[in-house]
């Protein structure tokens, strides 16, 4: 019997500028809110057609890596544009209304990684890490609890003041204080009841039922960068999601 061999992998060609692209963001050659060369440079650049490149520049924009701005050329994309600020939040009111939400800052202390979030972050178990609790208020009403845990390797000098004085997302804050750009994140989610101090920071009584987040976050590269654990209030909220 003749053994039939697997077919040879083959990645089409705007795939592999798309990677070379994505490596270049990685090693920080392009910043977020910078212009990337043109269509034409980045085309002679990589020895290909024009046409492979803005196909590859497409699929980038179509992942909000990049961002097209007709007239002007093609940026990296920025958690400091105001349309990209909030991307993640997916928590909105039930009317349909859109909301920002005013973060207040509760806590920021060290820790070492568990080992379930040892394994999300991708570093050791008993890593330093900093843990940071907030709640998230819509018009004066919490609600969300938030509780974040970040790799402190990555994040050194993490302290309440400059997370205070930085007024933008909690992404935003990653990328201009640490150049660290999120740019997907995958989350599970799963129904809760209040504890006494989930209960305390959302004004709601303990027992009432929360929708609870999990969420890992990770810029270029597939890195881990976040985890985080999100406790929602959904009396007049629900978590919305567009699916493509």
Request: some cysteine; overall charge positive.
């Given at each position: 019997?003749?053994?039939?061999?697997?077919?040879?992998?083959?990645?089409?060609?705007?795939?592999?500028?798309?990677?070379?692209?994505?490596?270049?963001?990685?090693?920080?050659?392009?910043?977020?809110?910078?212009?990337?060369?043109?269509?034409?440079?980045?085309?002679?650049?990589?020895?290909?057609?024009?046409?492979?490149?803005?196909?590859?520049?497409?699929?980038?924009?179509?992942?909000?890596?990049?961002?097209?701005?007709?007239?002007?050329?093609?940026?990296?994309?920025?958690?400091?544009?105001?349309?990209?600020?909030?991307?993640?939040?997916?928590?909105?009111?039930?009317?349909?209304?859109?909301?920002?939400?005013?973060?207040?800052?509760?806590?920021?202390?060290?820790?070492?990684?568990?080992?379930?979030?040892?394994?999300?972050?991708?570093?050791?178990?008993?890593?330093?890490?900093?843990?940071?609790?907030?709640?998230?208020?819509?018009?004066?009403?919490?609600?969300?609890?938030?509780?974040?845990?970040?790799?402190?390797?990555?994040?050194?000098?993490?302290?309440?003041?400059?997370?205070?004085?930085?007024?933008?997302?909690?992404?935003?804050?990653?990328?201009?204080?640490?150049?660290?750009?999120?740019?997907?994140?995958?989350?599970?989610?799963?129904?809760?009841?209040?504890?006494?101090?989930?209960?305390?920071?959302?004004?709601?009584?303990?027992?009432?039922?929360?929708?609870?987040?999990?969420?890992?976050?990770?810029?270029?590269?597939?890195?881990?960068?976040e985890w985080r654990r999100g406790l929602c209030v959904t009396?007049g909220f629900s978590y919305f999601n567009e699916l493509a």
């Amino acid at each position: 019997m003749t053994e039939t061999l697997p077919p040879p992998s083959f990645r089409p060609l705007y795939e592999q500028i798309k990677i070379l692209i994505t490596q270049s963001l990685v090693a920080g050659e392009w910043k977020p809110g910078e212009a990337i060369p043109s269509e034409v440079e980045l085309a002679a650049r990589f020895r290909v057609s024009q046409g492979t490149v803005r196909k590859a520049i497409d699929e980038l924009a179509s992942e909000h890596i990049l961002v097209r701005r007709q007239g002007k050329g093609t940026y990296v994309a920025s958690h400091s544009e105001p349309s990209y600020q909030y991307r993640f939040l997916r928590v909105m009111p039930d009317s349909g209304e859109k909301l920002h939400p005013h973060s207040v800052l509760v806590d920021v202390r060290k820790g070492r990684a568990s080992a379930e979030i040892a394994r999300a972050l991708a570093i050791k178990a008993a890593s330093p890490v900093h843990v940071i609790l907030r709640v998230l208020e819509f018009r004066g009403r919490p609600l969300i609890l938030d509780e974040m845990v970040l790799a402190a390797s990555r994040f050194p000098g993490l302290t309440v003041p400059k997370l205070e004085e930085y007024k933008g997302s909690m992404y935003s804050f990653y990328e201009a204080v640490y150049g660290l750009r999120m740019i997907r994140a995958e989350e599970r989610i799963r129904a809760v009841a209040a504890d006494a101090g989930a209960a305390a920071h959302l004004r709601v009584v303990p027992g009432t039922p929360l929708l609870c987040v999990d969420r890992i976050a990770f810029t270029y590269g597939d890195m881990p960068v976040e985890w985080r654990r999100g406790l929602c209030v959904t009396d007049g909220f629900s978590y919305f999601n567009e699916l493509a």
